[in-house]
Each structure stands twice: as C-alpha cells, then as structure tokens.
C-alpha cells in the first residue's frame, strides 16, 4: 500500500526510488473514500458561515482507516470524533529569530540581508525594519513564561546564522552561540523541548555580496555553519531543521525580488538558486549528522503545495497524488526521491540547473523527520488527457482568505497535505512546523476596562484545521506534533508589522503583550489533548 516505506532507509537505492514514481503509486490501491460531506466548496457559503460549516462536516464525518501497513498501535490513535489527540502529542508554538528578535547590532552580530532589504527604501509596508521587531533577544525570559502559560509541550524558533558567523563563513562568534544557549536553558527550565531551525532567512550579507544562493559555496557554508551549530547545541536540542521554507525564500528572494535580497533573476539563474538551496539542506544533514550528538534528530521545515482533492473521489485523489509530486518537483520532491521529475526538466529545457549525480544523492540525504508549515490548500482535479493527468484549480475572487489576501481558507489542507505526504514519500515522521492566520486585531477593553483582543476569525480558522488534523491523525496519519505559527505578532517580512499572525497580541509601541481570545482557545486545546 505504501510503497516508499523502504525508501526512506535506503535512499541511495534506485531500484526502491523507482517505487516512489507515478507508477508505483497509481497502481495503488486508492483508499476508501469520505462521503459527499467533502464537497462543501460547491455551495457558496458566506465567510461568516463558513467556519460553523466546516466544523460541522468535519466532526460528522468518521472516516475508514488507513491500510493496516500504515497503521501504527492502535491503542495510540484515538477514535476520530472524540477529538482527542494520542497521548504525547507535541503542542507548540513558532517563531524566526528576524520577526521576533530585534537587537540587529548587538553581541557582534553581522549583518543579513534582510537589514539590507528591510533599509532599502520602498521595499516593506511602511518601512518597517526587523531592528526592534518583538525585542524578545531581551525579553526572551518573558516570551517562554507566556509559552509555559499556554502549556506547550515544545517551541521552534530559529538561530540568526549572522549572530553565529557574522560573515558567513570564517571565525564564529562565541557570543551569539551564547544568547541561543541561555535561550535554550530557559526553555528546558520551563519543560519545554526545543526545535531549532537554522535558516529562516537570515543570510549573512558578505555572502549575498559574492552571489548569495545563486553561488554554490552558499550551500558549502551553509553546511559549516549547520554543523558548527548543531555540534555545539546538540548536548541541549535534540531535533534540528535546516532550512525554513526553500520554495518561499528563493521564490520570493530570487525570482519576485519580493523579499531579501530582492532579486528578479532570468530562469536558469533561477533554477540554479532552487538547486544550490536544495543542495545546501542536504549538505547541511550530512554536517550535522557528522558532528552533532548520536541521535539527533535532522528535518526540515518547507511549505509544499498540500494538494486537496476538489472532490474527493478516485480519480481525483489519484491527481491529488501527482500533483504533490510534480507541484513539489523542486524541493521536497527532490529531496524525498533524489530525483528531479521528468516533467520538471523537460519543462525547464535548456534552463535546467546543472547538477551531479553526486548532488542528488546529497539532496536526498535521510532524513529523521519532516516538517510541513501548512496554510492554504492547493486544490487540484483530474484533468483526462492532459500530460501529468492533473490541473490545478486556481482560487475564484470571491474564495474566502484571512487578513493576508493568499491566505485562502481550506483546512482541508491540514488533513491531506500530511495524508498524501506520507502515502507518496513513506514520511513515517511529520511535525507541522506551521499554521496559523492573520487577523485584523483590534483591543477592545472588557468588562472591567482591561484591553482585550477577541479575535474569532483567527480562532475559527485554527479550530477547523486543527478537526482536519485531528481527522488524519485518527486515522493514523503519522503527525507527532503541531506548532501554531506564531506565538507573538512579529515583523511580517515585507507586510512589516501590519499583518498580525500571533496568538499574543503585542503593542508595538511599549512591548506589552497581550493573550487574544485565540491564545485561550489554543491553551484549552492543549490542556485537554484534544479539539472541539
Ligand atoms: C510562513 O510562510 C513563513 O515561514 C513565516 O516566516 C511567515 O511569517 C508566515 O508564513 C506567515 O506569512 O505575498 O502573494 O506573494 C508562509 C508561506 C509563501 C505565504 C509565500 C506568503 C507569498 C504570497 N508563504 N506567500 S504573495
């Protein structure tokens, strides 16, 4: 049934990887399938209703359960209904050191090119700069009492990579391992566990100057710092991502110039970024691997196309699974298979990257666990008689979205990016590194005068994903845990501060902060292990 099992303990083997193909998958058995419940899109539901509905079709609907093959004890995986999550499940929260930490210039910290783009005039929503952001390099003390508060089990932030090699590469700065350390003995103090990312986009200036991604020896530094880091942190972090993310930063870095460092590259100059930041995870593990602590645990954090069925029948589950490859071609796809679709390259002709067999076998390096931030669906249908036998079904005007306008609302999202995910690439472990919303906040005083933020849409969106989640994960979908992006508002990149996503509204202006409505739903959820 799940054919890539295998491949996972042997990703050099190329006659198990042939098993990750279309072929393999398609002749599959499909599993049983979801009533007509599913298809709630095809009724125009207003946004106000759409939440109550969501809730109402998924708690209704009791699915039948994975192969046996992909079952793991029964005993651990709680009927679905109850809303309950199996004992142990791993309740977090998600910050990046840029949007949350402020003191740019502190501690020998150099500089990164989210300085640089940031304090380049026209770039972010009013200017804003990560200069101050939350300021939690200082008030860090305070920002872990609110996430022991809330009860959670772990958090995942992020080392800035300028803090520990202001230059990139060359001599380490011992008082940026510092800051992390304390930070990391103040979470296990609370009984936290922590969850290091190494690269949410902080990339050291002086190497953007010699060509940033688009420059091979990024993916070699890279590398050195991960394993640098890891090897120096290990004794106190047991589980590390290396990246954050490769489809956004090098989309909107490289090819929209959106984000840092702003750049609007030709397509092979491109397609040569996706590679180098590819090659630069897989480098990464093997230097972790080789100088970090026996038995840490390696993944990393990306944002693939969850692919949902439009409706969830056979011949659209079977795109559903297509599309996540092909949709995925450049990065977890890649890195899952160590192969880059035919399609892709065929698609790319004559802008292809350059790349070695040796790179791939890199690329794909085992992985321990695998992060997945989740958002918006990707809808996707069968499409008889097109080339890959799938179409994307784009998103009408009238879809509903949070505050941001890409995130559309689809907690499907959460049930089949993780289901599909692991069918497709036999991932046995998977953390959804983050999910959250955006909300137009506003502090309201309640009964007694004190300022509130009663942010219902934001609860609606987190309580319909995580019924969705809950739903694959009855089912034995092998989910371990869930970090709720974010923990704080914080600099939103080029949204500046604008667009809030914390569950912890923050005044900007005095660093008060401020537990929403959001806050109290997910510290209910966590206290009772479970969703309603
Ligand atoms: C995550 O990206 C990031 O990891 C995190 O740092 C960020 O704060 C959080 O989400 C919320 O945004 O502007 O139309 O070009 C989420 C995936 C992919 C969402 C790129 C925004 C750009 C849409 N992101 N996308 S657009």
Redesign the pocket.
């Known amino acids: 049934m799940f054919p890539n099992e295998a491949a996972r303990k042997s990703s050099g083997n190329k006659a198990t990887r042939q098993r990750c193909g279309l072929k393999g998958i398609l002749a599959d058995a499909v599993p049983p399938l979801r009533p007509e419940s599913e298809n709630l899109l095809s009724h125009p539901v207003s946004r106000r209703t759409f939440g109550r509905l969501l809730t109402a079709g998924a708690a209704a609907t009791t699915l039948p359960a994975l192969a046996a093959s992909a079952q793991p004890d029964q005993n651990a995986v709680p009927a679905a209904g109850s809303g309950k999550f199996p004992e142990g499940f791993l309740w977090g929260s998600a910050t990046?050191s840029y949007?949350v930490e402020g003191a740019v210039k502190e501690d020998g910290r150099g500089q990164s090119i989210w300085d640089t783009f940031s304090h380049t005039p026209g770039k972010t929503h009013n200017g804003d700069t990560g200069d101050v952001a939350d300021d939690d390099y200082h008030r860090y003390r305070e920002d872990i009492a609110i996430m022991k508060e809330l009860g959670l089990k772990t958090c995942r932030f992020s080392i800035a990579w300028p803090r520990i090699f202001p230059e990139g590469t060359g001599k380490p700065n011992p008082k940026g391992l510092d800051h992390y350390q304390r930070f990391v003995d103040e979470l296990h103090n609370a009984g936290i566990e922590p969850f290091c990312t190494l690269y949410?986009w902080d990339l050291p200036q002086a190497l953007e100057d010699k060509g940033g991604w688009q420059n091979r020896a990024t993916s070699e530094a890279f590398a050195a710092y991960c394993g640098y880091t890891a090897g120096k942190l290990s004794d106190r972090i047991s589980h590390f991502m290396t990246t954050?993310?490769i489809e956004?930063f090098t989309?909107?870095g490289y090819k929209?110039g959106?984000h840092a460092p702003g750049l609007q590259l030709d397509p092979k100059a491109f397609a040569q970024v996706c590679h180098n930041a590819v090659l630069g995870h897989g480098l990464a593990v093997q230097a972790i691997r080789a100088q970090a602590k026996a038995g840490t645990q390696v993944g990393l954090a990306e944002?693939i196309s969850s692919t949902v069925p439009a409706i969830a029948t056979d011949e659209h589950i079977r795109a559903g699974r297509t599309a996540i490859q092909e949709e995925n071609a450049r990065y977890m796809n890649v890195i899952q298979t160590g192969k880059y679709t035919d399609a892709y390259l065929k698609k790319l002709g004559p802008n292809a990257p350059q790349f070695t067999d040796a790179d791939l076998k890199a690329i794909s390096s085992p992985l321990d666990f695998v992060g997945i931030?989740v958002?918006t669906p990707t809808y996707v249908m069968a499409a008889p008689g097109s080339d890959l036998g799938y179409q994307v079904v784009p998103f009408p005007t009238s879809y509903p979205h949070m505050f941001?306008?890409?995130l559309h609302i689809g907690p499907e999202a959460l049930y089949w990016g993780p289901k599909l995910a692991h069918e497709v690439w036999g991932i046995k472990t998977i953390y959804i590194t983050?999910n959250?919303a955006s909300s137009d906040d506003k502090l309201t005083p309640d009964a007694q005068g004190n300022m509130q933020v009663l942010d219902t849409d934001r609860t609606m969106y987190l309580r319909n994903y995580l019924t969705q989640l809950h739903r694959g994960v009855s089912e034995g979908v092998p989910v371990k845990g869930y970090f709720l992006?974010?923990l704080l508002d914080n600099y939103?990149?080029a949204d500046g501060y604008e667009k809030r996503?914390g569950i912890t509204y923050v005044d900007f202006q005095t660093q008060k902060r401020i537990p929403k409505l959001s806050s109290r739903f997910y510290k209910a959820t966590i206290a009772a292990n479970a969703v309603s």
Do not use: R
């Open positions: 990046a949007q949410h954050n993310e956004t989309d909107l929209n959106t944002n931030n958002y941001s306008d890409w983050e959250g992006w974010s939103e990149w996503f």
